[in-house]
């Protein structure tokens, strides 16, 4: 008989989401209006700790609509993590800017302030600022925002915070997604917590969240007919899957509780691999239990979980590698290209079993 597969980061679904969900599809709310969503908005403020919460249905249209707040426009550049997914530059080519992209450090894997502090002087200096820096929480663990405020306040650039993976984690106490002009979460069915699809910007400028739910419900105008003055999208979340997200918010500790006695158990069980640093300036939500593995191993060691039935990846291949963006700046980007030659990802669902752990771990150390 064949092992069940393991998945790099499934959904983790409950009684309690499909009782949300049946109520709401019951209720008649099926529309991208209703009171789960308004609820699921409230709540996710509340985590993240900020006033606002608009609903949407990706993590890139809560970045789009987000770098539109910032200011950005067509010729603008904008600084972008080279160690991330592309759907954080993918937003700024959206607005036809073009994304400058940094390195990052070592010590946290996310983009280096001392980088992006470098590249807004030289900017300043030729009267060249970018209109925005987006920052990214990489694998659920948050950038050191102190001294990235604090270049980005000191040439008056807006920050943005990508925290699509990090709902939960914290930096000095602060909630990841609270930072800049507007924190970006997704609610990909990957994440630490789903919605099946679906994103939300999280802001404290009341200016920002009127700007992102007006766009988002295609700019239409508070009058009988339908007018518009501007173009919008339509991005707004159902309220069936707002719905499902309430039910995962209240389940999120729990979550990040298993995702982390998993990365405790993968650190202890293979000292042989290096796995990513936990910062000591905050909490992650151990979104994904990331390694660096030596020499031509990791390709190996990807390809003898697969035919064990186990998922895992690479890490992420740095934006300045590839093909679409191989025109683009980049400032450093050697620590970024080695994380991505050595790093995989290893299964961390929150619903992962200690049989599937001991799968794990079994067939890396057979090598």
């Not at 102190?146 to 699509?164: F, H, K, S, T």
């Not at 991005?235 to 006695?261: C, E, F, T, W």
């Not at 300036?281 to 697969?306: E, F, H, K, M």
Request: net charge negative; hydrophobic share 40%; aromatic share 8%.
């Amino acid at each position: 008989m064949t092992d069940t597969r393991i998945y790099l980061s499934p959904p983790d679904v409950s009684d309690l989401e499909r009782k949300l969900l049946l109520d709401a599809f019951d209720s008649n709310w099926v529309a991208p209006v209703g009171p789960d969503l308004d609820a699921f908005e409230e709540q996710v403020a509340e985590v993240v700790g900020v006033r606002h919460a608009v609903a949407l249905s990706s993590g890139t249209a809560a970045l789009h609509l987000a770098l539109i707040a910032a200011g950005v426009r067509r010729g603008d550049t904008v600084l972008v993590p080279s160690f991330t997914f592309a759907a954080t530059a993918n937003a700024v080519v959206y607005l036809g800017a073009r994304p400058v992209f940094v390195d990052s450090t070592p010590d946290s894997w996310n983009v280096d302030p001392a980088l992006v502090a470098e590249e807004l002087r030289a900017r300043a200096e030729r009267g060249q600022l970018p209109r925005a820096v987006i920052t990214v929480d990489m694998y659920g663990q948050c950038a050191d925002y102190d001294p990235l405020m604090e270049a980005c306040d000191r040439y008056g650039v807006p920050l943005i915070e990508d925290a699509a993976e990090a709902l939960g984690a914290s930096y000095r106490g602060q909630p990841a997604g609270s930072f800049g002009l507007a924190g970006v979460l997704s609610f990909n069915g990957n994440k630490i917590i789903t919605t099946g699809g679906g994103g939300m910007l999280v802001t404290d400028d009341g200016r920002v969240a009127k700007q992102a739910r007006h766009l988002s419900t295609q700019a239409r105008e508070p009058v009988p007919h339908y007018e518009h003055r501007t173009v919008g999208y339509n991005y707004r979340l159902s309220n069936l899957l707002a719905a499902v997200g309430r039910g995962q918010v209240q389940r999120l500790d729990q979550m990040i509780a298993a995702r982390k006695a998993t990365f405790e158990y993968y650190r202890a069980a293979l000292p042989e691999l290096t796995f990513m640093p936990v910062a000591g300036y905050g909490t992650p939500n151990y979104w994904l239990s990331c390694a660096l593995v030596d020499g031509d191993d990791r390709d190996r060691l990807i390809a003898r979980l697969a035919q064990r039935n186990i998922e895992a990846r690479p890490a992420w291949k740095p934006m300045h590698l590839q093909p679409v963006f191989q025109d683009c700046v980049v400032r450093g980007g050697g620590v970024s290209a080695d994380l991505f030659r050595r790093g995989m990802c290893l299964p961390s669902g929150s619903a992962l079993t200690e049989h599937d752990r001991e799968r794990v771990v079994g067939a890396i150390r057979e090598g």
